[in-house]
């Protein structure tokens, strides 16, 4: 795995660069030499963040945690990418089959899933009426039921917009378009 490490807001120590070598090192036994893989490192008001991307042949794993301790951080980081290739495991199989240099599929044991759902499978269904109102109801809408994004039917627009809470500062907007 070639592994490129950067940090925003933080100095990258010997020490956080050796942990994050090692701990990466891990998942390497999932993945061929020619995989990239990137670590950022950053500091907010919120915690210590690292976020890894693996770079896959057509597909991105990603994994993004944020604790108070930059090394624990890491460390769910790692857990989480070790998760999320156990349990897709079957579909990478399915894309890389004939190309099946890039991952080891030996070194993935199955993963257990928490719950008896079937993945992929629908478990609640909810219809509602939109409303025609300005964005800033919706965005007090969405705020007044704690929820992190609102569907609403734009009123000077006449389409459907969904508003959304950035992890950063703000909203987001996404405008849903209908084809004919």
């Given at each position: 795995?070639?592994?490129?490490?950067?940090?925003?807001?933080?100095?990258?120590?010997?020490?956080?660069?050796?942990?994050?070598?090692?701990?990466?090192?891990?998942?390497?036994?999932?993945?061929?030499?020619?995989?990239?893989?990137?670590?950022?490192?950053?500091?907010?008001?919120?915690?210590?963040?690292?976020?890894?991307?693996?770079?896959?042949?057509?597909?991105?794993?990603?994994?993004?945690?944020?604790?108070?301790?930059?090394?624990?951080?890491?460390?769910?980081?790692?857990?989480?990418?070790?998760?999320?290739?156990?349990?897709?495991?079957?579909?990478?199989?399915?894309?890389?089959?004939?190309?099946?240099?890039?991952?080891?599929?030996?070194?993935?044991?199955?993963?257990?899933?928490?719950?008896?759902?079937?993945?992929?499978?629908?478990?609640?269904?909810k219809e509602f009426n939109l409303s025609p109102m300005m964005e800033e109801e919706a965005i007090l809408q969405m705020e007044l039921l704690n929820h992190n994004f609102y569907v609403f039917l734009n009123a000077e627009t006449d389409r459907v917009e969904i508003?959304?809470?950035?992890?950063?500062?703000?909203?987001?907007?996404?405008?849903?378009?209908?084809?004919?």
């Open positions: 795995m070639k592994l490129e490490l950067v940090g925003k807001n933080i100095d990258l120590t010997e020490a956080l660069k050796d942990r994050a070598n090692e701990k990466l090192s891990k998942i390497d036994k999932y993945f061929n030499e020619e995989v990239r893989a990137r670590a950022v490192f950053s500091t907010q008001k919120n915690g210590q963040t690292v976020e890894v991307t693996i770079f896959l042949p057509g597909t991105i794993l990603r994994a993004e945690e944020t604790t108070q301790d930059m090394y624990e951080s890491i460390d769910k980081a790692v857990d989480a990418l070790s998760r999320q290739t156990r349990k897709y495991k079957t579909r990478l199989k399915r894309r890389y089959q004939d190309n099946s240099e890039t991952i080891r599929f030996e070194n993935i044991e199955s993963f257990e899933e928490e719950s008896s759902q079937e993945e992929g499978k629908i478990i609640r269904r508003v959304y809470k950035r992890k950063a500062k703000g909203y987001g907007s996404i405008v849903v378009n209908v084809e004919d």
